[in-house]
């Protein structure tokens, strides 16, 4: 059985910073695109990075300049570093693999919370 546990989420003032990790676990082989969605109150999951395994990266437009995802593929963890935090990027934070045969599998979540 898979799993994978995300960590690092927390409280923060607004311009602070975080770093969010994921780590796998279990019989996962050959992972694929490791990547990190969100989703706040209200609102639907959205896909915030992402990491292919050759090491491209994509963001979506709002967190440009600001988060970078990495990955240590020899422990199977993605990160993600979250600097210049903003009250709008307040949302649970979830990493999500995808393995060679497009199986994709999710954490439980964690909570980032960014004050004013």
């Known amino acids: 059985q898979v799993q994978l546990v995300e960590s690092g989420g927390g409280l923060v003032q607004a311009g602070g910073s975080l770093r969010l990790s994921c780590a796998a676990s279990g019989r996962i082989f050959s992972i694929n695109v490791m990547s990190w969605y969100r989703q706040a109150p209200g609102k639907q999951r959205e896909l915030v990075a992402a990491?292919?395994?050759?090491?491209?990266?994509s963001y979506v437009d709002s967190v440009k300049g600001r988060f970078t995802i990495s990955r240590d593929s020899a422990k199977n963890t993605v990160y993600l570093q979250m600097n210049s935090l903003k009250p709008e990027d307040t949302a649970v934070y979830y990493c999500?693999?995808?393995?060679?045969?497009?199986?994709?599998?999710w954490g439980q979540g964690t909570q980032v919370t960014v004050s004013s």
């Open positions: 999500k693999f995808w393995n060679a045969d497009n199986v994709g599998y």
């Open positions: 990491i292919s395994s050759g090491g491209s990266t």
